[in-house]
């Protein structure tokens, strides 16, 4: 089964409220990453929280990780429209030896609509 | 700066048919990636490589196979394609270390007939 679980999968919300999305693993891990795909494009990174983090912002984005229920959840604050896209959070495992040559495992996605 | 480019960005194949997919990286990274994203699926890593002539396998490695000759190239093909590696193929890089970012290509559209 996936290691990433996000929820919801689907989330439509009008310009100016929050977002809120979470992701559940299974296994420990060292980061984990949030990153947002706008329809058809590749993947473009937004945020990185570390294992020993509890919660990071940058901007409108606010994450936050607690690693005793392996659980993160990704907030977008004052969502405008141009927030639409997929968001996927990624984690990365504790490799063994401790190396883990960066290698991320995506959840399913939560696909965000925001009506303007 | 282009960052990660991916060649084709589209192709329709014949089942049994071979091709290879070309990725390239402009930032001097050590490890590369390939991923293939299905409906409901997140992205499931292929394979990776950690640095010029090497790669190893990742999750679902079956029916591919890769080259790293040259440190900013990173080659997927396909030797017999079938209809169930119909899919959308990202290339990724990263620079050195466990953690990071990792910088995506715009992906490469397949379809296998």
């Known amino acids: 089964s996936q290691q990433g679980e996000e929820d919801p999968q689907a989330l439509s919300i009008q310009e100016g409220e929050n977002a809120t999305m979470n992701c559940s693993y299974k296994?420990?891990?060292?980061?984990l990453q949030w990153y947002r795909q706008n329809s058809g494009r590749g993947l473009v990174h937004l945020i990185l929280?570390?294992?020993?983090?509890r919660e990071k912002h940058s901007g409108r984005l606010r994450v936050t990780l607690d690693t005793s229920k392996k659980s993160s959840s990704l907030l977008i604050t004052a969502s405008r429209a141009a927030d639409t896209a997929s968001y996927f959070c990624?984690?990365?495992?504790?490799?063994?030896?401790?190396?883990?040559?960066?290698?991320?495992?995506f959840g399913q996605g939560t696909i965000l609509t925001v009506h303007p | 700066n282009a960052g990660v480019t991916q060649t084709p960005k589209f192709r329709v194949l014949k089942t049994g048919q071979s091709m290879t997919l070309l990725c390239a990286q402009d930032?001097?990274?050590?490890?590369m990636y390939w991923y293939r994203q299905d409906p409901g699926m997140g992205l499931r890593l292929i394979h990776y490589?950690?640095?010029?002539?090497?790669?190893a396998k990742g999750e679902v490695p079956d029916g591919y196979n890769v080259s790293r000759l040259k440190k900013q190239n990173f080659l997927l093909g396909l030797e017999s394609a079938a209809p169930s590696q119909t899919s959308v193929y990202f290339c990724?890089?990263?620079?050195?270390?466990?953690?990071?970012?990792?910088?995506f290509g715009e992906g490469s559209r397949l379809t296998v007939l």
């Open positions: 296994t420990s891990i060292n980061n």
């Open positions: 490589s950690v640095g010029e002539g090497t790669t």
């Open positions: 990624a984690t990365g495992l504790v490799g063994a030896g401790g190396t883990s040559y960066g290698k991320l495992t």
């Open positions: 929280i570390r294992s020993n983090e």
């Open positions: 930032m001097n990274h050590e490890y």
């Open positions: 990724a890089s990263k620079g050195e270390g466990n953690t990071g970012e990792l910088f």
